[in-house]
């Protein structure tokens, strides 16, 4: 077998490799939608619950996490909350930037066991949006959700999540956002 043939072969395996590896995010965030592993939740407002079981009380705690260099301050206004299925809730976060400068956030929920958030309901969710916040300002972000009915049995606490992440100089480079700074 000749050396360009051979380079050319593994060229080809290169740019398969790089495909491949380019698609693994959007196929794992299908596979993830379909099974409910990994405590992902739907990032799109659901309808109201139909119908309130009072028979029956799930616990739902609220952690938040703020990813590495995001200074200030991001807090739930409960820790946990005992639910009944179908009631609607609201539970708001808030959020502080010590900094002079403007700052776009955006939060990545995780409920955690990871089966349970198939059944979580969220009909408004500062998660559904990147959220711009002023240098040196407070924001009180909501979360309007509810429990399926349908949640099994076997699950009567589960954790729902958020880490807070600064994408300003992601929506910057896309030239979106100005970073809050002007409004």
């Known amino acids: 077998m000749s050396i360009a043939k051979k380079a050319g072969q593994l060229g080809l395996l290169a740019v398969a490799m790089f495909g491949f590896g380019f698609a693994l995010v959007p196929l794992y965030d299908v596979f993830c939608d379909i099974t409910g592993l990994n405590g992902k939740t739907d990032n799109t407002a659901a309808v109201a619950a139909q119908g309130v079981n009072e028979h029956r009380q799930i616990t739902v705690e609220f952690i938040t996490y703020q990813s590495a260099g995001l200074r200030g301050e991001f807090t739930p206004s409960v820790q946990r909350l005992s639910v009944h299925p179908g009631e609607m809730h609201r539970v708001d ?20 066991p990871g089966r349970a958030a198939a059944y979580l309901r969220k009909t408004e969710c500062f998660c559904f949006q990147e959220q711009p916040l002023d240098g040196r300002a407070t924001a009180v972000m909501p979360m309007t959700f509810y429990v399926d009915e349908a949640l099994p049995a076997d699950i009567e606490v589960f954790t729902l999540s958020y880490t807070l992440y600064d994408i300003s100089e992601q929506v910057a480079a896309q030239g979106g956002n100005d970073g809050g700074q002007n409004g």
């Open 93 to 112: 976060f808030t959020v502080t930037n010590p900094g002079v400068s403007g700052q776009v956030l955006r939060a990545i929920p995780s409920v955690s």
